[in-house]
Structures are given as C-alpha cells and as structure tokens.
C-alpha cells in the first residue's frame, strides 16, 4: 500500500503541522502488511525544505519511506501522480501533510473486500487547528444514496464531493482512468472520483462507517485560501 503526503509552497508556513503527521504514520498499526510512505517535496522553499529533511530524519514508522522533491511548484495532480509512478503498491491512500490517520487506518480499511471495488472511504473527523475533534462527519446516507441513483441525475457525488477523505484507491483502477487529470488546479479530486465511477456501471466504491481520518481545519491551508 502507498500512503503519499505531498508539501507545497501553498504550505509552506504549516510545516509545523507535518511532525504530527509523521507521528501518525508512525503510529500505524500494519501487522504484516508492506507498505511506503512517499513524500513529495513540490517546489519548497529551501528553509522549508531542510525543515521537511529534519522532520523525516528522525522517522521510525515500519512504512518505507521514500523522500522526492520536484524542481519547481507542479501542483498537487502532478506531484500526486508522481508519488503513484514512484510506488509499488497497489492500493493509494493521500494524505494531506497538514493531517493525521488514525492507528487503525489501514488494517480497517484493508479488511474489507478491495477487490470488487475502486476505492474505499470512511467517516472522518474534523478537527480544530491543535487537533482536537469538533465533529464527526458520517457519510452513510450520501453514500446510500449514491448507491441508489448511481447513473441518473440524482447521484449526489454528480454534485458534492461526500467521499472526501480518506480514500483508498485500487491502483490498477487508477492507471485505468491516467491519474489526476494534471491540468486542473483546483476540483481534481471531484473529477477523480467521477471517472473512477465511471468505471463501472454497477456501484463501485466501498463505504466504513468507522472514522480512520484526522481533518485539520487550517486556516493557512489551500481550503481556506481560495
């Protein structure tokens, strides 16, 4: 399984939320499953990135890691896309720099059936800027819904990214649809989600009402700087 966390310049001022992210890593429970985490440097700062370096020099996880930078700012599909051409897994999981999974994360996520599926998601929690959970976001009805009216007008993720994170994503089903289209900016992730349903015209997405996903509410983040 590849876990990818990409930092850009966008970020450069919330390096101080990546140590927590490496501890989450960290923290995982795996037991025998191999795994990497690939970390994409995306055209920092030079102080940012010596402060990426020393964050990752004192890295104990079982996931591999693998540290690359790229020359310049490329943005998130290109440098997303970059990770998965570096990796060997074959379920991706993206995880923002700024955020955190939960010690159960993988081994939740894996014990369900990938085979039949694209991509799996879950509840996830919002949390303030130290962490601290302010609500839970519960997926199910959207989900259902989804299910339901997958290939007619109605289908909610024709309007509203309810998957959000954490997704994990089969990788054979991600090189069937080349990746985050690299010439968007902004919305990849929706249309990521789009052609991956796209796949197949029965449901194919997988949902565990289990939480396994730490949302920071940044307020230097992309999401609050549009």
Known sequence: ???????????????????????????????????????????CSEESSKKV??????????PKLLYESLSHNQGLSTARNYAVSKSSGKYIL?????????KHT??????????????LFSDSWDCDEEMNVLLRRRKRKLFDLHVRYKGTKYDPLLYFDFVYQPQLIKRSDFDAIDGFNELLHLGED????????DLSKQPNFAY??????KYRNNPEGICNNL
Request: aromatic content about 8%; overall charge negative.
């Open 190 to 197: 929706v249309d990521l989600l789009l052609r991956l349903s």
């Open 53 to 62: 370096q020393n964050i990752l020099s004192t890295y104990k996880g079982k």
């Open 94 to 102: 993206f995880l923002d720099a700024d955020d955190c999974l939960a």
């Open 106 to 119: 993988i081994m939740t996520m894996l014990n369900c059936c990938m085979k039949v599926v694209s991509l």
């Open 1 to 43: 399984i590849l876990i990818e966390s990409s930092v850009a310049p966008s970020v450069n001022t919330s390096i101080k939320y990546f140590e927590d992210c490496k501890k989450s890593i960290e923290s995982l429970y795996l037991a025998a499953v191999e795994s990497e985490w690939i970390v994409i440097n995306d055209g």
């Open 208 to 213: 565990v009402s289990i939480p396994t996903y």
